[in-house]
């Protein structure tokens, strides 16, 4: 059995799933593995990362939320103060289920290793 790597992102400045997030997968290096864009519940589709591809490493999962803030009609600052949140992981069990969940405000975010 082979693990599962999936994220969902809540706006926590509106109580509300955030809806349209541009999501990128990196491996440590900087290189793509997947990508894809939160729909109406704040998840990706299908998790972003499965199967044979699931493997032990560390991870940078990306998140575009200075366009998602924008898009919704919050005024940001130039530059704004959270553009793209970064958040760099590992992967140690490749049987495990690896749940990122990211909360978010303009100002500020919070992430855990959920269930």
């Keep these: ?16 799933p955030a809806a349209g997030v541009q999501v990128t997968l990196c491996t440590a290096d900087g290189s793509e593995i997947a990508s894809g864009t939160t729909n109406a519940d704040g998840r990706l589709e299908a998790p972003i990362l499965a199967g044979e591809a ?13 366009d998602y803030f924008r898009r919704i009609g919050v005024s940001l600052t130039d530059p704004a103060f959270l553009d793209v ?3 760099a992981f590992g992967i140690s069990d490749e049987a495990a289920h690896y749940h990122v969940p990211l909360l978010i405000s303009p100002y500020g975010y919070s992430t855990y290793r959920g269930s």
């Design 1 to 16: 059995m082979t693990g599962a790597l999936t994220t969902h992102i809540l706006d926590t400045a509106h109580g509300a």
């Design 54 to 66: 699931f493997k032990t490493g560390r991870y940078v999962l990306e998140f575009a939320v200075g």
């Design 85 to 87: 949140v970064v958040i």
